[in-house]
């Protein structure tokens, strides 16, 4: 149980195009997702916070209008990196809670901007 | 200081040698939990520990938690090369609202030379 799925786990993009990751709880319904950032050998980032049907909540020096969040559904939170430059090329993590304490996390995307 | 910080931030060993990763954090906490990465990839977790333990076990792991140091130890007994990924140790608290937040250390980069 608690299974969270991305989509892709991978992703090439020319610099200036947008690129949206998926995030899906499969087994659960997800009141809350995250979205993490992890740069090479570095550690993850919270990058912002979603409640299904709210906007979300973003970390200090996270660009709201650069990474839009949407939490549609209780399954589904999608980040879309707009406008994406090579700095933006990282690991991106969601993970899902159903309102507790405890995150389950996703495989993770490989973003890399050329 | 960030939130959670790990020590050492490398560490190797030898196929069968116990393996002692250390955590401190700086703020109250509701549980700290540890996290397995493999190069590239997702998190996967291992253990969760709360405010009010001060001792856990899973299997070859044995996590400790001292929260009037702010300080919590990661144990892995008779280490094998599979163990060889990053540790990260996590401390949840309540973040903007209701939700949890979880922040994570910079992690220790294990590597069990077979």
């Known amino acids: 149980g608690a299974v969270v799925s991305q989509h892709p786990s991978r992703v090439i993009c020319k610099s200036g195009t947008s690129v949206k990751i998926e995030c899906r709880s499969l087994?659960?319904?997800?009141?809350?997702m995250f979205w993490y950032r992890q740069f090479p050998k570095q550690s993850l980032m919270l990058m912002a916070t979603s409640n299904e049907g709210s906007k979300a909540t973003y970390e200090q020096g996270v660009e709201k209008d650069k990474f839009l969040i949407n939490h549609a559904s209780l399954t589904l939170s999608t980040l879309t990196v707009t406008s994406a430059h090579p700095e933006d090329s990282s690991f991106y993590i969601c993970?899902?809670?159903?309102?507790?304490?405890?995150?389950?996390f996703g495989p993770g995307t490989r973003l890399t901007v050329l | 200081s960030q939130q959670g910080e790990e020590d050492p931030q490398a560490l190797s060993i030898q196929e069968g040698e116990n393996a002692t990763m250390n955590c401190s954090y700086k703020t109250s906490i509701n549980n700290l939990q540890w996290y397995r990465q493999n190069s590239g990839r997702g998190l996967v977790h291992l253990i969760l520990?709360?405010?009010?333990?001060r001792e856990k076990h899973s299997g070859r792991l044995r996590v400790t938690l001292d929260t009037s140091k702010k300080s919590s130890s990661l144990l892995i007994t008779a280490s094998r090369a599979a163990d060889t990924a990053s540790y990260f140790c996590a401390t949840i608290s309540r973040g903007g609202g209701s939700n949890y937040k979880l922040t994570f250390g910079k992690g220790t980069l294990l590597t069990v030379n077979p």
């Open positions: 087994d659960f319904q997800a009141t809350t």
């Open positions: 520990i709360r405010s009010n333990e």
């Open positions: 993970s899902a809670s159903t309102g507790g304490d405890e995150q389950f």
